[in-house]
T-cell receptor
C-alpha cells in the first residue's frame, strides 16, 4: 500500500461547527504532515508529527487542532473556522528522520476541499 | 534562508512542443531536489527527484539535472501532451529544517491540441 488516504474529499461547514479531517497511511512512515493550500498558491506547512509527537507547529491558530492517535492516523480537528480558512487541506507522510525526506520526499494524499460558510 | 524560485506561469504550449520550466534554489548544505505535479482537484504527486549534484531524475519523459554550480534543477520534456497540463512545483529538502520540504510557488502548464 503506497497511498495516503484523506477523508472526506469535500466538506462544507458553518463557522460554529466542529468537524474533523482524517488522514491514514499504511506505509510504515513515521512522519506525517498537514498542509493548507489556497487556490493558485503552493502548499503551506501547518503541522509536523514525528513518531506520533508534534514536532513543528507553524504558528497555526488554535481553531485548528491536530491529533496523531497512532503511527498510521492523523486528524485535524476544526472549530469556529472563518471563511478565509476555506482551502484544500493536504496530508503527507514520509519515512522517519531527515534522511527519509532527503531520499524520498513526501507522499501526499489527494486532499480535503474545505468550504467555510 | 532556504528557498526555491520558479518561473512565472502559465506556460502555454502546443502538443509535441519542448518544455522547460526553470527552477533555482538557495540553500545551505546539500539538499535533495524534487519536482511534484498537481493535476486539477488533486494532491501533489512526486514526479522525479535528485539527491546529489549531477544526479539526473527522470520519469514519464520528464527529466531534471541537479546543477550545483548554477543552483538549478530545471524540468524538461521533449514532447508534451495535453494530459501534461497541470501545476508543477519544485521543492528542496531543507537541510537545516527537520523533516521539511520547501516549495516553490508553482508553474502552471497548459498544453493545447
Amino acid at each position: 500500500d503506497t497511498e495516503v488516504t484523506q477523508t472526506p474529499k469535500h466538506l462544507v461547514m458553518g463557522m460554529t461547527n466542529k468537524k474533523s479531517l482524517k488522514c491514514e497511511q499504511h506505509m510504515g512512515h513515521r512522519a506525517m504532515y498537514w498542509y493548507k493550500q489556497k487556490a493558485k498558491k503552493p502548499p503551506e506547512l501547518m503541522f509536523v508529527y514525528s513518531y506520533e509527537k508534534l514536532s513543528i507547529n507553524e504558528s497555526v491558530p488554535s481553531r485548528f487542532s491536530p491529533e496523531c492517535p497512532n503511527s498510521s492516523l492523523l486528524n485535524l480537528h476544526l472549530h469556529a473556522l472563518q471563511p478565509e480558512d476555506s482551502a484544500l487541506y493536504l496530508c503527507a507522510s514520509s519515512q522517519d528522520g531527515t534522511g527519509g525526506i532527503k531520499s524520498y520526499g513526501y507522499t501526499f494524499g489527494s486532499g480535503t476541499r474545505l468550504t467555510v460558510v | 534562508g532556504n528557498s526555491v524560485t520558479q518561473m512565472e506561469g502559465p506556460v502555454t504550449l502546443s502538443e509535441e512542443a519542448f518544455l522547460t520550466i526553470n527552477c533555482t534554489y538557495t540553500a545551505t548544505g546539500y539538499p535533495s531536489l524534487f519536482w511534484y505535479v498537481q493535476y486539477p482537484g488533486e494532491g501533489l504527486q512526486l514526479l522525479l527527484k535528485a539527491t546529489k549534484a549531477d544526479d539526473k531524475g527522470s520519469n514519464k519523459g520528464f527529466e531534471a539535472t541537479y546543477r550545483k554550480e548554477t543552483t538549478s534543477f530545471h524540468l524538461e520534456k521533449g514532447s508534451v501532451q495535453v494530459s501534461d497540463s497541470a501545476v508543477y512545483f519544485c521543492a528542496l529538502s531543507d537541510p537545516t529544517g527537520f523533516q521539511k520540504l520547501v516549495f516553490g510557488t508553482g508553474t502552471r502548464l497548459l498544453v493545447s491540441p
